[in-house]
DNA sequence: TCGAATTATCTCAGCGCTAACATTTTTCCC
DNA sequence: GGGAAAAATGTTAGCGCTGAGATAATTCGA
């Protein structure tokens, strides 16, 4: 009833389990002859090797080790789709964990991935417990750090920089004329890379002689829900503001909602700029004016990049992945 | 360099392997002061187990495979969610892989998943190619298939009936009043679900006496964009009808957005009426009226029942996470 | 036609851990 | 205070595969 192994396809092929072994990996010499009969075997046994003795002998498995903040934030699957399509056509598979924005727990996911012996670990952000930067340090395997390049990686890092796009957010407005700009953001406890992007806004704004009007922050996650209620909350404090930059599309899909409700008009009373460009943006009566992150070619790029060396860059290596301005209608 | 083995924290600790071994796993008689010997020991030289090895000693691992048939809709990624909550607090780590929607994917992916030994394999639906149903049969991890309820599973099947969930939505909208129902879909090769969703949409106006007015469907996979075009489409064509039924809320909520754009009435002229419940459906100026399918509660409570029992059930069992009218605004 | 390459295959010792069972030590009750 | 049960620890044999090196078979040029 237990599955079949090396040895059993040997001894119907008739060859050493070793020569069943090469024929599996595609390592080394086989005789065609040879290897059809051991595909046979294999066949006809419904043999399907293990990979936990295979990832033992070789101290190496095709596990790519995947750390996520959240799994509720859409940009996150998307990132995962793009290492999903960078893995497509390998045999490697990706083991997902989700730290909740919680580096205590992504300190344990770190080690309990690492037990597993990798090719590779991705995970988000710079930030990391000393004991994680220690245990990544001190492994062999390659480590991607993705979504943020602001900083000096443990070994590759893929993504954009977000106070250059906060920037980019500011110059943008101030070249359509907006003066008195406010901004509505979630918690930046979770999401330092908001809070980067808030920063270059600011930054921006300064270099023009100009600093922010009026803010308002929530608490919890970004959601359309929370930034309709947090424009709300704004415009009641400050009716003067003639543009709102949102720390994300989540926020500012909300925002534009609340607009449509309180027949606000958009742009021409309230201009709405959002981060991320998604889908559902897009999809607005007007465009979103947003800032595009290329979430997908993140993952993918990390992935292949990850991929295309065992070995660790002797200098950390920072891709710019970059990101776009969508003009949109809403600023 | 190398990482340090059990052997190391034993010989540090001055007790046998076996009785490390007892102590990570937390299994039979440990005395208090040998388990803090052996836990300073294992915290000094910073060990981490070898899962490989422990796997193949064990023939068994704590992965817990996944399968998904895409990243791309957000469906998927909340049944992810809710697989990671499911698993929260115990040690078993998810290992993803995604389908692309394509049968012999899913049956590689379950042969290289069961390569590992995982507690449960975690999959989509009852559709499987032959050899993938063998597969699973002849193993014995457990399985889990999500999403549709209305077959007999190969051990555990959690998810609602979408034949039910088409009846309920021709119920609600006669029982509104109307009469005149149209319907917007995307492709059912890829979404064998919405294509049961539709067979009880038609059941259910059949039993009223009615008949589908007209219908349109995309070939591409389900978005806003697709159902805004699609429903244009489909009143170009049908200009009296009073209501649309489409295959999702993604799709709805494009519908929508061309129902604003070309400035038709949302219920007056027309009514939209989804399926899924998603929150963007819910943050539209008039919430989408849907039907609510609990991906988060399909995942997690998948996650629960197979890791509560590590033997199959000996009759197949059916978890129906049911679903539920969400009235809004729009029908 | 023979030796050196080249090609094809085999042998064998682990990889680091766990299961099963054996052994020793401690507890505890009559 | 002696013996059985309970508690604590040790011993041993793999799990199924891969890597390194040895060996055998084949090719090929001079």
Redo the contacts between chains.
């Keep these: 009833m237990s599955?079949p192994t090396l040895a059993d396809v040997a001894s119907l092929a008739d060859v050493s389990e070793n020569t069943v072994s090469r024929v599996i990996r595609d390592k080394g010499y086989i005789a065609p002859a040879t290897r059809k009969r051991v595909n046979e075997a294999i066949r006809k046994l419904?043999y399907?090797?293990?990979?936990?003795?295979g990832?033992?002998a070789s101290s190496s498995?095709a596990?790519i080790g995947v750390i996520l903040p959240s799994?509720?934030n859409?940009v996150f699957?998307?990132v995962?789709?793009g290492i999903?399509a960078g893995l497509a056509g390998t045999?490697y598979?990706?083991?997902?964990?989700?730290t909740d924005y919680d580096l205590k727990k992504e300190e344990s996911l770190i080690?309990?991935?690492?037990?597993?012996?990798p090719a590779a670990i991705i995970t988000t952000g710079c930030e990391h417990t000393a004991a994680a930067r220690r245990?990544l340090k001190?492994?062999t395997v390659r480590v991607g750090e993705l979504m943020d390049i602001d900083h000096r990686p443990i070994d590759l890092a893929v993504g954009l920089s977000h106070l250059e796009a906060g920037r980019s957010a500011a110059r943008h407005l101030i070249g359509r004329g907006y003066a008195k700009i406010g901004y509505v953001g979630h918690d930046w406890n979770a999401d330092k890379r908001a809070h980067a992007r808030y920063l270059g806004l600011v930054e921006g704004l300064r270099q023009a002689g100009l600093v922010l009007s009026e803010e308002n922050r929530t608490n919890g996650p970004s959601?359309?829900?929370a930034g309709?209620a947090a424009l709300a909350e704004l415009l009641s404090r400050a009716k003067t503001i003639d543009a709102v930059v949102f720390s994300n599309d989540d926020m500012a899909?909300?925002g534009y909602?609340h607009c449509?409700?309180a027949e606000i008009a958009v742009p021409e009373t309230l201009a709405l700029f959002g981060f991320n460009g998604l889908?559902?943006g897009q999809?607005?009566?007007k465009p979103l004016s947003t800032i595009l992150s290329n979430r997908f070619a993140i993952g993918k790029t990390a992935v292949e990049l990850l991929l295309a060396n065992s070995e660790r860059n002797k200098k950390p290596q920072i891709v710019d992945t970059g990101f776009s301005i969508l003009e949109g209608s809403t600023a």
């Design positions: 599955s419904g399907v090797p293990n990979r936990a003795a990832s033992l498995s596990i799994m509720s859409i699957p998307e995962l789709r999903h045999h598979q990706p083991m997902i964990g989700v080690s309990s991935l690492l037990a597993w012996k245990m001190n492994s959601s359309t829900l309709k899909v909300g909602m449509m409700a889908e559902i999809t607005l009566p």
